[in-house]
């Protein structure tokens, strides 16, 4: 058996903006890339067993391995066939540099924009007639990323987003490694029940292990502070009707709802119910650019945090869940708006070792009603990874005059 380790092609492929510059079919003494970036190894030899050590460390026994560092500096590694019949070991080095145009701590590319129905739908971002799902993916993602701020919805329960970085979030174990602003805020009267418009969103994170740079990998849910509360369900699943345009409207007393029995939907706990219409929003609620007349969503969902305290439809508050989701404190607690990848699970609820991430979707974990407030619905404007320095702009010197 001829022995060599081949190094994928993926390498061309790699999520970042730097990639490997030299792709070699044999395996050489020493690599150079940059940090934040992935190097994909797959060798051609195949054994019982295999061990992939880094700096005298195992880091994998799987065939495949995906070198991945955030620290700049010469890496020792090692690929060991473990075999009675045909062993093998090699030792070669990774250099890990500065890439050469500094990274973005911010939203680099939005890849997904799916909202469920919601009063702020074909507002944020807005819709002009004749815009494809094209035109709005630009929209959201020029939005959201960099510093921009500007708010897009998310709509009801199950509307989501799918964003990425122009790098590798990095997993630093027991860090927080990336956060994500909404527009959460308290209520005046008593700001200590951290109470006040909070509209979760459940957060899902995405490993590029094929490196191919598109969202298509495993996804994993970070479990938030309600993950494994008995009032949380996991698998919900709901769908959505389109509104049928001949339907009479069904106004509400008060004045408030413009048409009670608007978007209906039902669930997979046998419920079923609409999204009213409310005077505050008059333009459709069903995203304009899409051409199915259904939509379904399935996901964790989270227990109703709505109050109304008012006893009379005039006065609801949405109160905080403690920790782990988007739009859920107001966005001056950094701490309560940041995620850690260490919190992923995968669909059993079984925690998930993540070297780093590529993608980030978030998506509204409630579905609840809350009178002429509307749909409950989750907001994003930003994220951020926190292992990126944020870098002032520093103006230019000023051109002398005479």
Not at 21 to 36: C, F, P
Not at 120 to 129: A, K, L, R, S
Not at 297 to 302: E, M, R, Y
Not at 337 to 364: C, M, Q
Request: charged share 25%; glycine share 8%.
């Amino acid at each position: 058996m001829k022995r060599i380790l081949l190094i994928s092609a993926l390498l061309t492929l790699c999520a970042c903006s730097h990639e490997v510059e030299t792709v070699s079919l044999g395996i050489d003494d020493s690599y150079r890339i940059a940090r934040m970036c992935k190097l994909p190894l797959e060798p051609a030899l195949t054994g019982e067993r295999y061990l992939w050590t880094v700096n005298g460390e195992a880091a994998c026994n799987e065939r495949s391995f995906i070198f991945l560092a955030d620290t700049e500096g010469v890496y020792e590694l090692s690929f060991d066939i473990i075999d009675p019949e045909t062993p093998y070991h090699f030792d070669f080095t990774v250099t890990v540099l500065h890439e050469e145009v500094e990274y973005s701590p911010y939203i680099s590319r939005v890849y997904e924009y799916r909202p469920a129905p919601g009063q702020f739908i074909n507002e944020m971002p807005q819709y002009e007639p004749g815009d494809s799902y094209a035109d709005i993916l630009q929209k959201a993602e020029d939005c959201i990323s960099g510093t921009n701020d500007v708010m897009i919805s998310l709509g009801g329960y199950g509307g989501y987003v799918t964003f990425g970085f122009d790098h590798t979030v990095v997993n630093r174990p027991g860090e927080y490694d990336f956060r994500i602003w909404g527009n959460a805020f308290y209520e005046l009267t008593n700001p200590d029940a951290k109470g006040g418009s909070a509209e979760p969103g459940i957060v899902m994170v995405s490993y590029d292990t094929n490196c191919n740079g598109i969202p298509d990998d495993p996804w994993y849910e970070l479990a938030g502070s309600e993950y494994r509360s008995d009032a949380t369900k996991h698998g919900y699943s709901i769908t959505y009707h389109k509104p049928d345009p001949d339907k009479a409207s069904v106004e509400d007393e008060d004045g408030y709802l413009n048409d009670l029995e608007y978007i209906p939907w039902y669930d997979s706990e046998g419920t079923s119910g609409f999204i009213a219409k409310n005077i505050f929003h008059d333009q459709p609620y069903w995203p304009k650019w899409l051409a199915e007349d259904e939509m379904t969503f399935t996901g964790t969902l989270l227990s109703p945090n709505g109050i109304d305290l008012s006893g009379t439809g005039r006065y609801y508050v949405l109160y905080s869940y403690p920790w782990g989701y988007v739009d859920n404190h107001p966005n001056d607690f950094k701490d309560l708006n940041s995620f850690k990848i260490d919190w992923a699970v995968d669909a059993d609820g079984t925690p998930v070792d993540l070297p780093g991430i590529d993608f980030v979707r978030v998506y509204t974990g409630l579905n609840q009603y809350c009178g002429w407030l509307g749909e409950t619905s989750t907001e994003i404007a930003r994220a951020q990874d926190l292992h990126i320095p944020v870098r002032d702009i520093v103006p230019p010197d000023p051109i002398p005059t005479q």
